[in-house]
């Protein structure tokens, strides 16, 4: 008798021991596609894409690779747009504030904080997003469908987890941070709030993921919007701070409280709504609980490839917490205020630099998950490939922006002597590296999406050991001063590029060498990118 298309399926499970263990799981409720008009003579599983190379199934039907490069990469661009408004909304209204040196520098302080709780999250997202891509990929709905339910629980899990340790070690990191008592007191009020709202942020990007692992990055565009509207609305109105000469109808006078709840219920008003959109189905894949019952395979699937990313990711937060004190202990050394803000500055506008290519970016990772889980590592690389040249394309332009007129994109953000003096050399410096830069997002992105979070890991982790921090400080001339529990002293700096070229050691030289290890960077991704490895990766 002929073997039917399902029990080929059934074959190929029995090959792969962790998919054939969570097939019967992901089954339960028949939602495996239905949708399989031919199959592949090679891989002998569903062709899910037509021959002008137009998706069949999923969110993405019907759309041609460079119609699906566009529908996924637009809304990621506004909506990273619209997360970086949350974080310019509270420090904005807590400078307004009675004590605003104080408060600002809870919330500059908290915002570190809140960084690294975000690479816990992200790391369940970036397991999420390559899973259910992978699964949609193949035509497993039902195992799709299991990872959705599984990276909700670890959500809440973990967010649970990290807003407890928030909680009791607020104080603790307060002290560590060296801020003054009244700042301290900011910090610790801010950062407690946040904490009961963890599990919210937690699913709210969580859910992210899965929606951009599922092809659909408009419903993240949306839920930014809201958590943005509730945001400003909430912390205006509970802050007491004047916004355009005009004071809360509310009567509210909080302060730095009032800023917090407004994040805190941003977070859970964005996380309501994405979770009613993953139980409508929207995404072609539908949140159930009965998916949400602990299932130990899917979620050593989603740790296995979380793991890395956070430990990459953690290692980037250690590097630039290292490039922040650089430029502490130069400004110190050199005896120039400000230096400090000029690099906060120049970080700010480059990041909106990049925002083009970070949207690219998660483009190539829904498309090579996508097409790696249909077997089509061909067309995977294609998509990679031409979503690195749109994204080389536009921050090319800005580049271009940032080396013609740095001076007046400057003074969009401050006329301060000192940093329309400092900041636009480092503009020029960054406009030079945007190519490489570029190249470097959307393959790592893409790696990523791919499930090859161990050779992202190593990458990043031996370009910012090995050649970041150590020509930041080669380059920068700053002296670095021991503790006095490690004996006291100075590991005095060679200072080498003025004793070779005569080049004066300051913040231009420590960008020259940031911008270089971009360039490097861009290096070892495309060599990984072409070697090929990343295609073959099992998820």
Same mark, same amino acid.
């Given at each position: 008798m002929a073997e039917t298309p399902r029990d080929i399926e059934q074959s190929e499970l029995d090959t792969h021991p962790i998919e054939a263990c969570e097939t019967p799981y992901a089954d339960s409720d028949?939602?495996?596609?239905?949708?399989?008009?031919?199959?592949?003579? %090679?891989? @002998?599983?569903?062709?899910?894409?037509?021959?002008?190379?137009?998706?069949?199934?999923?969110?993405?039907?019907?759309?041609?690779? #460079?119609?699906?490069?566009?529908? /996924?990469? $637009?809304?990621?661009?506004?909506?990273? @747009?619209?997360?970086?408004?949350? #974080? /310019?909304?509270?420090?904005?209204?807590?400078?307004?504030?009675?004590? !605003?040196?104080?408060?600002?520098?809870?919330?500059?302080?908290?915002?570190?904080?809140?960084?690294l709780i975000g690479l816990v999250i992200m790391a369940i997202g970036v397991g999420a997003t390559a899973l259910i891509a992978?699964?949609?990929?193949? !035509?497993?709905? #039902? %195992?799709?469908?299991?990872?959705?339910g599984q990276a909700v629980t670890l959500a809440v899990a973990s967010g649970a987890t990290i807003g407890l340790i928030v909680w009791l070690l607020s104080g603790s990191v307060a002290l560590l941070l060296n801020m003054t008592p009244e700042a301290s007191s900011f910090f610790s009020d801010y950062m407690r709030i946040i904490a009961i709202g963890t599990p919210a942020t937690s699913v709210l990007f969580a859910l992210i993921a899965c929606s951009r692992g599922?092809?659909?990055?408009?419903?993240?565009?949306?839920?930014?919007?809201?958590?943005?509207?509730?945001?400003?609305?909430?912390?205006?109105?509970?802050?007491?701070?004047? %916004?355009?000469?005009m004071r809360s109808p509310l009567g509210l006078d909080l302060g730095v409280t009032g800023i917090a709840l407004g994040t805190v219920l941003g977070d859970l008003a964005g996380a309501w709504f994405i979770w009613r959109v993953a139980r409508t189905g929207r995404w072609g894949i539908r949140l159930k609980a009965i998916?949400?019952?602990?299932?130990?395979?899917?979620?050593?699937?989603?740790?296995? /490839?979380?793991?890395?990313?956070?430990?990459?990711?953690?290692?980037?937060?250690?590097?630039?917490?290292?490039?922040?004190?650089?430029? #502490?202990?130069?400004?110190?050394?050199?005896?120039?205020?400000?230096?400090?803000?000029?690099?906060?500055i120049g970080i700010r506008i480059e990041a909106f630099s990049f925002m083009p290519g970070f949207g690219v970016g998660m483009a190539a990772a829904t498309l090579a998950g996508q097409y790696l889980g249909m077997g089509r590592a061909d067309l995977a690389k294609k998509a990679v490939w031409r979503c690195a040249l749109i994204a080389v394309a536009f921050m090319g332009l800005f580049g271009v922006l940032l080396i013609l007129i740095p001076r007046q994109i400057t003074a969009m953000l401050s006329t301060q002597p000192i940093h329309l003096a400092e900041v636009p050399p480092l503009l020029i410096i960054c406009g030079v590296v945007q190519v490489p830069f570029a190249l470097s997002i959307v393959l790592r992105a893409a790696m990523r999406g791919a499930g090859d %979070?161990?050779?992202?890991?190593?990458?990043? $982790?031996?370009?910012?050991?090995?050649?970041? /921090?150590?020509?930041?400080?080669?380059?920068?001339?700053?002296?670095?001063?021991?503790?006095?529990?490690?004996?006291?002293? @100075?590991? @005095?700096?060679?200072?080498l590029p003025s004793r070779w070229f005569g080049l004066e050691p300051g913040l231009t030289m420590l960008w020259i060498?940031?911008?270089?290890?971009?360039?490097?960077?861009?290096v070892l991704f495309s060599t990984r990118f072409f070697q090929g490895g990343w295609s073959r990766v099992k998820v």
């Open positions: 028949q939602e495996e596609l239905t949708v399989v008009p031919t199959m592949s003579p %090679v891989a @002998m599983q569903p062709v899910l894409i037509a021959d002008d190379g137009r998706f069949k199934t999923g969110k993405l039907k019907g759309l041609t690779m #460079g119609s699906a490069i566009f529908v /996924l990469a $637009w809304p990621v661009i506004l909506e990273s @747009m619209l997360n970086s408004t949350v #974080g /310019l909304v509270d420090t904005k209204l807590s400078a307004g504030l009675e004590q !605003g040196e104080a408060a600002t520098d809870a919330i500059g302080g908290a915002s570190y904080i809140m960084w992978r699964s949609i990929g193949k !035509g497993r709905v #039902g %195992v799709a469908n299991a990872v959705l599922a092809g659909d990055s408009v419903s993240p565009l949306v839920v930014m919007v809201v958590r943005n509207v509730v945001n400003i609305i909430i912390s205006w109105g509970a802050s007491g701070v004047e %916004v355009f000469g998916r949400m019952k602990p299932h130990m395979l899917t979620i050593v699937r989603l740790v296995r /490839l979380g793991v890395p990313n956070f430990l990459e990711t953690f290692g980037m937060w250690i590097g630039n917490f290292f490039i922040i004190s650089f430029v #502490g202990l130069l400004s110190t050394q050199l005896g120039t205020e400000g230096l400090l803000g000029a690099h906060i %979070v161990k050779a992202v890991m190593a990458l990043t $982790w031996f370009s910012t050991y090995a050649v970041r /921090l150590p020509l930041a400080y080669l380059v920068s001339g700053v002296d670095i001063p021991i503790p006095e529990w490690l004996g006291g002293g @100075m590991i @005095m700096n060679p200072d060498a940031l911008c270089s290890e971009m360039a490097l960077r861009a």
